[in-house]
Nanobody, 115 residues
Framework: QVQLVESGGGLVQAGGSLRLSCAGS????????MGWYRQPPGKQRELVAT???????NYADSVKGRFTISRDNAKNTVYLRMNSLKPEDTAVYYC?????????WGKGTPVTVSS
């Protein structure tokens, strides 16, 4: 069974940093594309960053240069390093795994950036 568990969220001051982790279970992690999405209060869920099985990455323009997505297949874990955080980064952050066009989602971890 597929399971994704996010961790690392919390309250941080503007300009600070956080590192989110998403731990996956099952044997399909290493052959799945991974991504981070976020849902700000009162808004729709939006793409933050993706990383393919081959390590290719894409970022939303709003986070490019500040956030870094990475993965460690040996640990079945994907990371999101967030630097220079802004109040507009406040959201619930979700981990996504895509395998054979099926999307699996974690339950999310909240990030609040105060000014």
């Amino acid at each position: 069974q597929v399971q994704l568990v996010e961790s690392g969220g919390g309250l941080v001051q503007a300009g600070g940093s956080l590192r989110l982790s998403c731990a996956g279970s099952g044997s399909i992690f290493s052959i799945s594309d991974m991504g981070w999405y976020r849902q700000p209060p009162g808004k729709q869920r939006e793409l933050v960053a993706t990383i393919t099985t081959g390590g290719s990455t894409n970022y939303a323009d709003s986070v490019k240069g500040r956030f870094t997505i990475s993965r460690d297949n040996a640990k079945n874990t994907v990371y999101l390093r967030m630097n220079s955080l802004k109040p507009e980064d406040t959201a619930v952050y979700y981990c996504k795994m895509t395998y054979t066009a099926i999307h699996y989602w974690g339950k999310g971890t909240p990030v609040t950036v105060s000014s």
